[in-house]
């Protein structure tokens, strides 16, 4: 296996989240709706009707492109790709061809290595079949709804990189809000193309194409068995065939699902019902413009800026909202931001995760989290206090101070209360007094263990040892 290379390009459709369809008024988002409830004579394919370009998923479009460093095609047009298939009613799909809404840029990988992007074009989705006991039905809801299709360069080289790749554009998306992302439900859906050949060696091999390989965790399965099997036959000095295959899920295999379709079946030419796509360029400088700083530029400055680790900047800008948060606090606290860091991430987004909680659901607000830091800063809780005072704030929705209060949270100020309680238990415990004198001073661990059930946690665990310490051996 040591001596071949894999070689990987992919092919992506992401699903764009606009409120209606691509060339007509219909909702874009049929996720659980009733079956052919979101059409209109438009996206069923009438005969008669005219598509209307939706500027609200162009625009998403271009916010992508220009995230990837693409040439924006000052004009391009729509095509018609035309195939039969029961849930494309038209028999036709609309989409770009030959002039691309944008092509070139790259992505990064984590290493800085830069995928390039070959084009990107905007279509519309087709619908969906269902097969239910030896029957089929259709739904058209999907139809029209409006897909970005991405094509990189066959720039991967392993099935951890594919899934890096897949895994970062899906943060991208969502970042720039131009897509849901939910893979689950298919609003990113990749074809994966691999071919093989030996190390060192710059030709391309003969590739074949996986298709639908929707899920992040299924691309290493995947793309390592074709790799082994695309081996094994050049290894038994045989031929790779341009195949496209399947996962099978139930069986954990590839199947070969037909030999490949080529281009000229799809019997492409312009779209004559819309007008080419003129991006007007003062437009286009908006869009650039208004483009917020990339999730990988922001893990960047939040190392260079807060000094976090490279682990924690990369939590921290898995999403947008978890990085404008995180920020918010380290603002509104002024003091070490890897202590807002280190709550952030084990705290509130282990409380967000046991309780399924969304942004809007949170209710420990960068103000509040900045409040308990302080109350930690001035002494009055001890940090391990903020394990039981995070949920608490979810829960009442109040202020840390009020809940420190109500729930006696607060360390014990009284430094002379302390210092009769440690007497008290110290008098009350002579065997182990003496134990202590005669050498076994591992016992001190044990006293302060008797003073915080006392004192139900809140004495200030350092300063209960130094007292008992005194007491014990003055
Ligand atoms: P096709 O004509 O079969 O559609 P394209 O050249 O359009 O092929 O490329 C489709 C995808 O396959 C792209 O993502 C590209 O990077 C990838 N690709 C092309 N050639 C290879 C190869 N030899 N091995 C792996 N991937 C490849
Ligand atoms: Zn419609
Ligand atoms: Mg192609």
Same mark, same amino acid.
């Given at each position: ?6 070689? *990987? ?5 992401? %699903? ?15 996720w659980? @709706? ?13 005969p ?18 220009? @995230? ?15 195939y /039969? ?13 030959? %002039? ?10 984590e290493?800085?290595?830069? *995928? ?21 039905y ?65 030709? !391309? ?20 068995q074709?790799?082994?099997?695309? *081996? ?59 483009l ?9 400055? /939040? ?22 948060y ?28 046991? %309780?399924? !909680? ?19 800063d ?24 009020? *809940? ?31 134990k ?31 007292? !008992?310490?005194?007491l014990?051996?003055?």
């Open positions: 296996m040591t001596a071949y290379e894999a070689v *990987i390009g992919l092919e992506i459709h992401i %699903q764009l989240n606009t409120r209606s369809k691509i060339f007509c008024s219909c909702s874009a988002d049929p659980l @709706a009733e079956p052919n409830t979101h059409i209109c004579p438009v996206c069923t394919g009438h008669g009707v005219l598509p209307v370009l939706n500027r609200a998923a162009v625009e998403k479009a271009l916010r992508l492109a220009l @995230a990837l460093d693409a040439r924006v095609a000052p004009v391009s047009y729509f095509a018609r790709k035309n /039969f298939y029961p849930d494309l009613p038209k028999g036709y799909q609309i989409s770009q061809y030959d %002039q691309p809404l944008a092509t070139g840029g790259a992505l990064p990988l290493d800085g290595r830069r *995928i390039r992007i070959h084009r990107l074009h905007l279509e519309e989705d087709a619908g969906k079949t269902r097969r239910e006991a030896g029957r089929r259709i739904d058209f809801n999907r139809c029209g709804v409006p897909l970005i299709e991405l094509v990189t360069e066959p720039d991967l080289r392993s099935p951890e990189e594919a899934a890096q790749f897949l895994e970062r554009l899906r943060q991208l998306v969502r970042w720039l809000d131009v897509s849901k992302g939910h893979m689950e439900r298919g609003h990113i859906r990749c074809d994966v193309n691999v071919s093989v050949r030996p190390k060192g060696s710059t030709a !391309l091999g003969q590739k074949t194409e996986i298709k639908n390989v929707n899920l992040i965790d299924l691309m290493r399965p995947a793309v390592e074709e790799i082994r099997r695309q *081996i094994e036959v050049l290894e038994a000095g045989g031929e790779i065939e341009p195949w496209t295959l399947e996962w099978d899920e139930h069986a954990r295999v590839l199947r070969k699902m037909r030999g490949k379709e080529t281009e000229a079946d799809y019997r492409y030419f312009r779209e004559p019902d819309l007008l080419p796509l003129e991006i007007d360029r003062a437009w286009l400088d908006e869009i650039a413009a208004s917020p700083e990339l999730p990988w530029e922001r893990a960047k400055r /939040f190392q260079e800026e807060y000094g976090l680790t490279e682990y924690d900047a990369r939590v921290l800008t898995g999403e947008r909202a978890l990085a404008d995180f920020e918010a606090a380290v603002q509104a606290y002024r003091g070490p931001a890897k202590a807002v860091a280190n709550l952030v991430i084990n705290q509130v987004l282990r409380l967000m995760n046991e %309780q399924k !909680l969304t942004w809007e659901d949170l209710r420990v607000t960068p103000a509040r989290l900045a409040a308990m830091l302080q109350l930690v001035a002494g009055v809780i001890h940090k391990n206090a903020l394990k039981k005072l995070v949920p608490l704030v979810q829960a009442r929705d109040q202020d840390p101070k009020a *809940i420190v209060e109500a729930e006696g949270l607060a360390q014990m100020q009284d430094t002379a209360a302390l210092e009769a309680l440690c007497a008290r238990i110290v008098a009350e415990h002579p065997e182990e007094a003496a202590y004198r005669a050498g076994k001073t591992g016992l001190l661990g044990w006293f302060v263990g008797q003073v915080m059930r006392e004192t139900r946690g809140r004495a200030n665990p350092k300063e209960v040892q130094a007292i !008992l310490r005194r014990l051996e003055g």
